[in-house]
């Protein structure tokens, strides 16, 4: 069964400054990988996804995220952070044609400070 | 164009009570997923339709769990009777079919007292 880790709950980055949100899958043949952002009280939003092609994929907000088969990770960075994105990220690999299972990470809650 | 639609939003009951959320998904959106998001953790995937046929549903507690998806289009999330454990926040999400993105609703937040 596929899995996903997020290793850090909590990240505290200044407005402004750079952010890279770690994820680690586990799954046995070619995942589906994607990010959603849930803001309080939202539902959750789809940043980016990978599902082949290009390593480096780009999103909405000015995020984008890179597949490392070798590390089966796919980070997510921002080149500077806006103090609209705090908010809670999950990390998502989906099976067979990507959307019919997603399997989420527990979330990492950004915390941006002036 | 409207977004995955969700009621209530909140809901507080007592145990051993029932209660139901209501879904209405994206219009034409044929696939539609009920997920279980406790706090602090990822969704979970509850139940899968497509179209109105539930095509995954491995994971509902089928002994007080009970989802319906009428004519394909609105979907109903039944818990008969609630228990403690219940209280997490229920999200519906839809999507044109099962090979294209998730659009979620804001989920509703149940409290079981």
């Known amino acids: 069964a596929q899995s996903v880790t997020q290793p850090d709950i909590h990240i505290t980055v200044s407005e402004g400054a750079s952010l890279e949100l770690r994820c680690n899958y586990s799954?046995?043949?070619?995942?589906?990988l994607f990010w959603y952002v849930q803001s309080p009280g939202q539902g959750l939003q789809l940043l980016l996804k990978?599902?082949?092609?290009?390593?480096l994929v780009q999103g909405i907000k000015g995020f984008e995220a890179e597949f490392k088969r070798s590390q089966s990770s796919f980070n997510l960075r921002k080149p500077s952070v806006h103090w609209s994105d705090a908010a809670e990220y999950f990390c998502?690999?989906?099976?067979?044609?990507?959307?019919?299972?997603?399997?989420f990470g527990t979330g990492t809650r950004l915390t941006i400070i002036p | 164009e409207a977004g995955v639609v969700q009621s209530p939003r909140y809901k507080i009951i007592e145990k051993k009570q029932p209660v139901a959320f209501w879904c209405n998904p994206i219009?034409?959106?044929?696939?539609l997923y009920w997920y279980l998001q406790n706090l602090g953790q990822g969704p979970e995937l509850l139940i899968r339709?497509?179209?109105?046929?539930?095509?995954?549903d491995s994971q509902l507690p089928k002994d007080r769990f009970s989802a319906e998806r009428l004519k394909g289009v609105d979907s109903t999330l039944k818990i008969q009777p609630a228990e403690l454990g219940d209280s997490a926040v229920y999200l519906c999400?839809?999507?044109?079919?099962?090979?294209?993105?998730?659009?979620f609703g804001p989920g509703t937040r149940l409290t079981v007292t």
């Open positions: 219009s034409g959106h044929n696939t």
């Open positions: 990978y599902f082949s092609g290009d390593t």
């Open positions: 999400a839809s999507s044109l079919d099962r090979d294209h993105e998730q659009y």
């Open positions: 339709y497509e179209n109105e046929e539930a095509v995954d």
């Open positions: 799954y046995g043949a070619t995942p589906y």
């Open positions: 998502a690999v989906g099976i067979n044609f990507g959307n019919e299972k997603l399997t």
